[in-house]
C-alpha cells in the first residue's frame, strides 16, 4: 500500500494526543485510496514541455502534427510504420522519399500527391505513350484501380491477390467448359499487356495469328512448312474458329467441329441428305478433324496421312454399321496380300469410296453389285469402268482388253454379260488384294450364303485352268485357235436346261 500523505501527518502528529490522530485520520479516509505499489500514479517531476511536432509524433502516434515536419520522418515517427511491412514496397518508400509523389505538407498535415491520374507514375514509370494502343483504365481513372501506390504483399504492388483478379474487376468474362490455358490459370498478362501495346486488344507479339504463334510455336512451324494451309489461317487468323478465352465446345471452338467447317464447306451438309449412309468418321469423335489437319498439311485436303493409313486408324478392326452390320477389319488384306486392286496399292482408298456420305452402300462412289449373281446393266459397273475399260463387257470377241479369253473369245464377257445371273466382279476377285494374281480369291461366299464356294484358279504364261464350285473344270489359252467355243452372249443350252450354275 503506498502510504497516504495524511496518514503520514497522523504519525507525525501523535505526539499532539490522540485525539489529533484520529480526526486526521477520519479525513484521510475521505480523500485518499489504496494502490498496487506497482501501479504508481503520483506525476512525475514536472519538465519543460518539447513542443517540437515530432517529439509529439514519437510520443503519441494518435496525435496529428499541428506543424511542419521532415518528410523523412513520415515513416519512423510512428505513424506510418504499415507502409514499410509489405512485402513489395514502392521505391520511394522503401528510400523513405515520400515527397517524390506528395508536394509539401498543406494544413492540417495533409500532403496532396503532385498531380492527378496516371500523370504522377509516368514521371518516373515509361509505360504509356509510346505503343498506338494504352489501356482505357490508365486514360481514364489512372494507375489506382490496379496498383496500391505504396506497397503491398503481392507482385507488382496489384490491389487484388493475382492478375486474375484485378483484370476481373472491370472484365468479368464468364468462365465455360472449355478454357485457353492462360485464362484458366489467370494469366491474363501471356497475351495482354496490361499497359500499352501496338495491338488492338493490348496483344502481345502482334494481331491475329502472329499474336497466337508467342505461344504455338508447333501450330507456326507447321503452317510455315506445309504445302497446303487451310485458308482460314491464312487469310484472317485463328479467330474465324477459335473463341479467345472460353467456349463451350472443345478447342474453344465457335461451334462444334462440324458445323463449323460446313459454314464454309455447305457441299458436305447438302450430301449429308441419308444418314444411313453417312460416313461415321466425320459424325463421331473428331468429326472432321478425324481425317484433315485444321492447320496445314502436306497432303491435298489437308489429310493427316495417307489415305490407306488414315482409314486403317478405324478399319484395322471389324466396325459397326449403322444398321447393324459387322464391316471386318481390313488391315490385313490391305497391309499383306501379295496382290492389290490398283487404287489400294496406290493407297487411294478414295477412287472407289466416297468419304462423306453417299447414296450407294459401303460409301461407294457409284452403284456396285453387291450379290453374287446380277442380270447385266452396264450402269451397275460405272464404278469399274472409271478406270477399267468397258470392252472387258461389251466386246464378245476381243485381244487386246483382257488377258482372260480362250483364243479370241472374252471370257469376261462370257460370264458377266448375261440376262440372267450375270456373274459379278465379287465372284471372282477379292475387291481389295489377295495372294493370287489379279487380286482372285480363293472362296467367295456362295449367293451370300454359307458355303465358301472355292474357286481354285491356276494361271499359266499361256492361258490357265479353272475349276471353281459352279462349273467343271475347264482350261483357257490365249491363242487364236479357241480350246472350247462359248457363247458370244447369253445362256448356254447347258445353263438353260439348268445342268449348271
Given at each position: 500500500?503506498?502510504?497516504?500523505?495524511?496518514?503520514?501527518?497522523?504519525?507525525?502528529?501523535?505526539?499532539?494526543?490522540?485525539?489529533?490522530?484520529?480526526?486526521?485520520?477520519?479525513?484521510?479516509?475521505?480523500?485518499?485510496?489504496?494502490?498496487?505499489?506497482?501501479?504508481?500514479?503520483?506525476?512525475?517531476?514536472?519538465?519543460?514541455?518539447?513542443?517540437?511536432?515530432?517529439?509529439?509524433?514519437?510520443?503519441?502516434?494518435?496525435?496529428?502534427?499541428?506543424?511542419?515536419?521532415d518528410p523523412r520522418s513520415c515513416l519512423s515517427g510512428g505513424c506510418?510504420?504499415?507502409?514499410?511491412?509489405?512485402?513489395?514496397?514502392?521505391?520511394?518508400?522503401?528510400?523513405?522519399?515520400?515527397?517524390?509523389?506528395h508536394s509539401a505538407e498543406q494544413p492540417g498535415h495533409t500532403f496532396?500527391?503532385?498531380?492527378?491520374?496516371?500523370?504522377?507514375?509516368?514521371?518516373?514509370?515509361?509505360?504509356?505513350?509510346?505503343?498506338?494502343?494504352?489501356?482505357?483504365?490508365?486514360?481514364?481513372?489512372?494507375?489506382?484501380?490496379?496498383?496500391?501506390?505504396?506497397?503491398?504483399?503481392?507482385?507488382?504492388?496489384?490491389?487484388?491477390?493475382?492478375?486474375?483478379?484485378?483484370?476481373?474487376?472491370?472484365?468479368?468474362?464468364?468462365?465455360?467448359?472449355?478454357?485457353?490455358?492462360?485464362?484458366?490459370?489467370?494469366?491474363?498478362?501471356?497475351?495482354?499487356?496490361?499497359?500499352?501495346?501496338?495491338?488492338?486488344?493490348?496483344?502481345?507479339?502482334?494481331?491475329?495469328?502472329?499474336?497466337?504463334?508467342?505461344?504455338?510455336?508447333?501450330?507456326?512451324?507447321?503452317?510455315?512448312?506445309?504445302?497446303?494451309?487451310?485458308?482460314?489461317?491464312?487469310?484472317?487468323?485463328?479467330?474465324?474458329?477459335?473463341?479467345?478465352?472460353?467456349?463451350?465446345?472443345?478447342?474453344?471452338?465457335?461451334?462444334?467441329?462440324?458445323?463449323?467447317?460446313?459454314?464454309?464447306?455447305?457441299?458436305?451438309?447438302?450430301?449429308?441428305?441419308?444418314?444411313?449412309?453417312?460416313?461415321?468418321?466425320?459424325?463421331?469423335?473428331?468429326?472432321?478433324?478425324?481425317?484433315?489437319?485444321?492447320?496445314?498439311?502436306?497432303?491435298?485436303?489437308?489429310?493427316?496421312?495417307?489415305?490407306?493409313?488414315?482409314?486403317?486408324?478405324?478399319?484395322?478392326?471389324?466396325?459397326?454399321?449403322?444398321?447393324?452390320?459387322?464391316?471386318?477389319?481390313?488391315?490385313?488384306?490391305?497391309?499383306?496380300?501379295?496382290?492389290q486392286h490398283g487404287p489400294i496399292r496406290a493407297g487411294n482408298c478414295?477412287?472407289?469410296?466416297?468419304?462423306?456420305?453417299?447414296?450407294?452402300?459401303?460409301?461407294?462412289?457409284?452403284?456396285?453389285?453387291?450379290?453374287?449373281?446380277?442380270?447385266?446393266?452396264?450402269?451397275?459397273?460405272?464404278?469399274?469402268?472409271?478406270?477399267?475399260?468397258?470392252?472387258?463387257?461389251?466386246?464378245?470377241?476381243?485381244?487386246?482388253?483382257?488377258?482372260?479369253?480362250?483364243?479370241?473369245?472374252?471370257?469376261?464377257?462370257?460370264?458377266?454379260?448375261?440376262?440372267?445371273?450375270?456373274?459379278?466382279?465379287?465372284?471372282?476377285?477379292?475387291?481389295?488384294?489377295?495372294?493370287?494374281?489379279?487380286?482372285?480369291?480363293?472362296?467367295?461366299?456362295?449367293?451370300?450364303?454359307?458355303?465358301?464356294?472355292?474357286?481354285?484358279?491356276?494361271?499359266?504364261?499361256?492361258?490357265?485352268?479353272?475349276?471353281?464350285?459352279?462349273?467343271?473344270?475347264?482350261?483357257?489359252?490365249?491363242?487364236?485357235?479357241?480350246?472350247?467355243?462359248?457363247?458370244?452372249?447369253?445362256?448356254?443350252?447347258?445353263?438353260?436346261?439348268?445342268?449348271?450354275?
Amino acid at each position: 500500500m503506498r502510504e497516504c500523505r495524511l496518514f503520514k501527518g497522523v504519525a507525525d502528529s501523535a505526539r499532539y494526543g490522540l485525539w489529533l490522530g484520529l480526526a486526521l485520520a477520519s479525513l484521510a479516509g475521505l480523500g485518499c485510496r489504496a494502490e498496487p505499489e506497482t501501479a504508481s500514479t503520483e506525476s512525475p517531476p514536472e519538465e519543460p514541455a518539447d513542443t517540437s511536432v515530432a517529439q509529439q509524433t514519437r510520443t503519441d502516434p494518435l496525435i496529428r502534427p499541428t506543424e511542419p515536419v521532415d518528410p523523412r520522418s513520415c515513416l519512423s515517427g510512428g505513424c506510418h510504420q504499415e507502409r514499410i511491412q509489405a512485402k513489395f514496397q514502392h521505391n520511394p518508400v522503401v528510400e523513405s522519399r515520400c515527397d517524390t509523389c506528395h508536394s509539401a505538407e498543406q494544413p492540417g498535415h495533409t500532403f496532396p500527391v503532385k498531380t492527378t491520374g496516371a500523370a504522377l507514375c509516368t514521371s518516373c514509370h515509361d509505360i504509356v505513350g509510346l505503343e498506338a494502343h494504352t489501356h482505357a483504365v490508365i486514360e481514364h481513372e489512372g494507375c489506382l484501380p490496379c496498383h496500391e501506390p505504396h506497397g503491398t504483399n503481392v507482385r507488382s504492388m496489384l490491389t487484388e491477390m493475382s492478375v486474375e483478379l484485378v483484370c476481373r474487376q472491370c472484365h468479368r468474362t464468364e468462365r465455360k467448359a472449355h478454357l485457353h490455358a492462360p485464362f484458366a490459370v489467370g494469366e491474363c498478362a501471356a497475351c495482354h499487356d496490361p499497359h500499352e501495346a501496338s495491338n488492338a486488344r493490348l496483344l502481345n507479339g502482334g494481331e491475329g495469328k502472329d499474336h497466337c504463334f508467342t505461344c504455338h510455336t508447333y501450330t507456326e512451324h507447321q503452317i510455315a512448312s506445309s504445302t497446303f494451309v487451310h485458308k482460314p489461317v491464312m487469310d484472317t487468323g485463328c479467330s474465324d474458329c477459335h473463341v479467345r478465352h472460353t467456349s463451350e465446345y472443345r478447342y474453344i471452338l465457335t461451334k462444334p467441329i462440324y458445323d463449323l467447317c460446313v459454314e464454309c464447306h455447305p457441299n458436305i451438309r447438302e450430301e449429308r441428305t441419308d444418314k444411313e449412309t453417312a460416313h461415321g468418321a466425320v459424325f463421331t469423335g473428331h468429326h472432321c478433324s478425324n481425317c484433315h489437319d485444321p492447320h496445314a498439311a502436306d497432303r491435298t485436303f489437308r489429310l493427316r496421312a495417307d489415305e490407306r493409313s488414315l482409314c486403317l486408324n478405324c478399319h484395322n478392326r471389324p466396325q459397326e454399321a449403322r444398321d447393324g452390320r459387322v464391316i471386318p477389319g481390313m488391315q490385313r488384306e490391305l497391309l499383306t496380300s501379295l496382290f492389290q486392286h490398283g487404287p489400294i496399292r496406290a493407297g487411294n482408298c478414295s477412287a472407289c469410296h466416297y468419304i462423306h456420305t453417299t447414296s450407294h452402300t459401303n460409301h461407294l462412289r457409284n452403284y456396285f453389285p453387291k450379290d453374287f449373281y446380277d442380270a447385266f446393266n452396264l450402269a451397275n459397273y460405272a464404278l469399274c469402268f472409271k478406270c477399267h475399260s468397258n470392252r472387258i463387257v461389251l466386246d464378245g470377241r476381243n485381244i487386246w482388253f483382257t488377258g482372260f479369253r480362250d483364243g479370241t473369245r472374252n471370257l469376261h464377257y462370257v460370264h458377266v454379260n448375261r440376262p440372267k445371273k450375270g456373274r459379278t466382279c465379287r465372284t471372282c476377285h477379292e475387291l481389295h488384294g489377295s495372294n493370287l494374281p489379279k487380286h482372285m480369291a480363293s472362296e467367295v461366299p456362295f449367293e451370300g450364303g454359307g458355303w465358301a464356294m472355292p474357286v481354285r484358279i491356276k494361271q499359266t504364261e499361256t492361258g490357265g485352268r479353272c475349276s471353281p464350285g459352279c462349273h467343271e473344270p475347264r482350261e483357257y489359252i490365249r491363242s487364236p485357235s479357241p480350246v472350247h467355243e462359248f457363247p458370244e452372249s447369253g445362256l448356254d443350252e447347258a445353263q438353260e436346261r439348268g445342268e449348271s450354275n
